[in-house]
Structures are given as structure tokens and as C-alpha cells.
């Protein structure tokens, strides 16, 4: 008596009712599924990782404070008001580097969810727009770590603003988290070009229109640099400036490869 194969029949028939290999939508629940498991787990063992190294994590980013002069002759430069903080801290610095470290995870993830259904054109768009935007990544986090937070301590630290007899004593948490927030501000801000970029090269949006409200947009980059940035000039401009000359870049590389024409 033959014998009758469940899985060969089910290929079969998944076959002849989809004749083009094309994923039903229950398969593309189970393939996002399995993208969100797969990104969960990254983030939780990143996490972990950064638990354990979390000294040379916190050391990292109360880096700058050691250029404050007020508090170059004593060893300690933050301190804590309780006795949770210590704790509460390192697990939320933890959580926030997992999540950080484990980016390339979530894009490798979102790339080969998404590729599939893209046309040629679009893959080769969203593969040079991944390294560009690497790059930018790099460029940010250095700019604002090395340069951009360096200047903002030494201004608002100064003389000018804190007397000669006012001593300093900062908080452990707050200020470390001022470092992680405004660094992961300035990598997100720098991504912007590049969203506009492909926003051009959809035809969403059109060069003239966008020369057209420069200006306004000009203002909006400083408002929003002035929103998101420590409350000091500095660093307002330090972050505004570089962002106007990448908008008007992204507008020079569009009308050379003749992106952004606009609708015909």
C-alpha cells in the first residue's frame, strides 16, 4: 500500500495555489514574527553584554565632565543623592546601550523583511542610503562626543556662570544621561538628509519646493537644534550649521543625478 506523504502534498498545493512563490499574508505575520523574536533576543543578550561592561560604558560617557577645572582636583566627579541609584542606573544604561548596539540587528532584519517585495531600483536606493547613512552615524557620534559636548561643558561650566566661590556637585545619573541622550539626538538628527534624499528620489518631494521654503526651513533647523541641544548657544549652532549645509547637499547631490523634479 502506498504510503502518503503530508509534507510533499502540502508543498503541492501551497505550489499550485501560488504559482509565483509570492507569501501570503499569514506568512508574512509569521516572517515579522520571527523578525521581532529574533530582535528581542539581540537586544536582551546586547543588553546583558553592556550589564557586565557597564564600567567601561559609565567611564565613557562621564568622560567630558573630567574638563570642568572646578572639579579637575578632586578624583570624584559625580555623585549619587540615593541609595538606588547606583542600581537603577546601570540597568537603565544597560537597557539603552542594548538597544544601541543591537541596531544592526533590527536593520539586518528590516532589510530582509522588506527587500523582497522592492524593485531593483528601489534595493539599489535603500543599500547606498544604508552606507551613507552609516557613515553619518560615525561622523555624528564623533562630532558630538569630541567636539560639540567638549565646548557645551567648557561654556556652560565657566566662570561666567558659576562664580568663583560656588563649588559644583553633579548628579551621577542625570548628567550621564545627558551625555547618552544628546549623542543619540545628534546620530538621529544626522540621519535627516537622508531621509529627504529618498523622499526625492521617490518624487515625494521636489527640489524647487524645497528651495522654495529654505528659509523656513533654515529657522525650523535652528528652533529644533535649540529644542533638543543643552541649553547654550554653542551647541545650538555646533549642530544646526552642519545640518543646514548637509540639507543643502542633499539638494546639490539630487539635481545632479536629477532627482526631485517634481510631479510631471
Not at 10 to 19: E, F, G
Not at 238 to 250: E, M
Amino acid at each position: 500500500m502506498p504510503q502518503y506523504n503530508m509534507s510533499a502534498d502540502r508543498v503541492n498545493r501551497k505550489a499550485q495555489t501560488n504559482p509565483q512563490g509570492e507569501m501570503s499574508f499569514i506568512d508574512h505575520l509569521r516572517e515579522l514574527r520571527k523578525r521581532i523574536i529574533v530582535s528581542m533576543i539581540a537586544i536582551l543578550c546586547a543588553a546583558i553584554v553592556s550589564y557586565i561592561f557597564f564600567d567601561y560604558i559609565v567611564t565613557f560617557l562621564f568622560k567630558p565632565f573630567r574638563g570642568i577645572e572646578a572639579l579637575s582636583i578632586r578624583d570624584e566627579i559625580l555623585f549619587i543623592n540615593t541609595i538606588f541609584e547606583g542600581f537603577l542606573v546601570r540597568l537603565k544604561v544597560a537597557i539603552l546601550a542594548g538597544i544601541v548596539f543591537s541596531l544592526p540587528v533590527h536593520v539586518f532584519n528590516i532589510i530582509k523583511f522588506v527587500l523582497p517585495g522592492l524593485t531593483a531600483g528601489e534595493k539599489k536606493v535603500i543599500l547606498i542610503s544604508l552606507i551613507v547613512s552609516f557613515c553619518l552615524i560615525v561622523f555624528s557620534f564623533y562630532y558630538g562626543y569630541f567636539n560639540v559636548i567638549p565646548i557645551s561643558i567648557g561654556f556652560l561650566s565657566s566662570s561666567g556662570f558659576i562664580p568663583d566661590d560656588v563649588g559644583l556637585l553633579l548628579n551621577y545619573g542625570k548628567n550621564i544621561f545627558v551625555i547618552f541622550q544628546f549623542l543619540m539626538i545628534t546620530v538621529i538628527l544626522f540621519q535627516l538628509p537622508i531621509i529627504l534624499e529618498i523622499l526625492m528620489i521617490m518624487n515625494v518631494l521636489s527640489r524647487r519646493a524645497l528651495l522654495k521654503a529654505s528659509r523656513f526651513i533654515v529657522v525650523g533647523i535652528f528652533v529644533l537644534s535649540a529644542i533638543v541641544t543643552p541649553p547654550d548657544f554653542v551647541s545650538q549652532i555646533s549642530i544646526a550649521l552642519p545640518l543646514i549645509g548637509l540639507f543643502f547637499l542633499a539638494i546639490l547631490i539630487a539635481r545632479i543625478f536629477n532627482f526631485g523634479k517634481g510631479q510631471p
